[in-house]
């Protein structure tokens, strides 16, 4: 039996989205980790997959269904591109840790950084 994608919950604070699943089981993901994994064209490329970096305080604004299949995530640095289909998000939270150590690694090769590019502090 496939797990099935059955509800979602974002926590603010923390910036994670905790994926619920058909089984009981559920994961989390980070905002970060949504918006570097963005499944948009402007991420993914034509064959040529772009490095995002300075993300690791990025937060997800808003979350819109879409039909039955999938979720937009508004992201408060702008991105707001990106179709996350169920099935993708399954993927992510199945893949979780080979693609976070991979992003990590590529990140270190193109001596790019998670930290964002100025600090901005609200009061």
């Known amino acids: 039996m496939t797990k099935k994608l059955v509800g979602l919950h974002y926590h603010q604070r923390r910036r994670l989205l905790d994926l619920q699943f058909s089984d009981g089981s559920l994961s989390s993901l980070s905002a970060e980790f949504l918006r570097v994994h963005s499944p948009s064209a402007e991420v993914r490329g034509h064959g040529q997959p772009k490095l995002v970096s300075h993300k690791r305080d990025v937060a997800i604004k808003q979350i819109q269904a879409v039909?039955?299949?999938?979720?937009?995530?508004?992201?408060?640095?702008?991105?707001?591109?990106?179709l996350y289909s169920f099935a993708y998000l399954c993927q992510l939270a199945e893949?979780?840790?080979?693609?976070?150590?991979?992003?990590?690694?590529?990140?270190?090769q193109a001596n790019a950084s998670r930290e964002p590019l100025i600090s901005i502090k609200t009061l």
């Open 95 to 108: 893949n979780e840790t080979t693609l976070w150590q991979d992003y990590l690694a590529k990140l270190k």
């Open 67 to 82: 039909g039955h299949y999938a979720v937009k995530l508004v992201f408060d640095d702008g991105h707001a591109t990106g």
